[in-house]
């Protein structure tokens, strides 16, 4: 599994409101006894406003940082153009969710287990690590089509949870643009295979 599929996978699973409870059973000509597997963790604990407003200023601060580091290490010039939107574009979006959580009082709440901080760390400790070249401009390119995939997802589901209007309009707000992001990405990505 690629890291970008590992931070995307704990991106999502961060924000997933349920597990399901599966059994199994035993041949009942062997012995007609039934067994039920282990019971799966306990759910996450459902989303609260402040944790929602977290989830989106991380998003938005990372994708923000990486779109400054293609700036610098892109060689492709759709590569560099789609790094300058992301620091423009998703700040603007950081500044909009920072103003609204204080005009709410709200202070953001890491949520119990969240990775994300880590993991774009971790994914910008490799970009920044990895050579200028074709090879960067494609693991940068291709990070942002898996990231911004699981944002959109991660947008749907705090929206659910979202208790507060406000913070569901600007959810609401952002989903256009992050999908206008991926659509992006996913045609720069198709140029550089």
Known sequence: MSRT????????ATLSMACSKKESYSDSTAGATTAATPPPPPAPPALTDPNIVYILDQANAADSARGKLAETKGTNAEVKRFGRLMVGEHHGLRVAGQALAKKLNVTPLEPAGDQSVAQATQEMDALTAEAKGKAWDKAYIDYEVTYHQA????ATKALGAAQNAELKNLIQTAAPVIQRHLDMAKQIQGKLQ
């Open 5 to 12: 599929t590992a931070i995307a996978l704990t991106m999502v």
């Open 151 to 154: 944002v959109l997802e991660t």
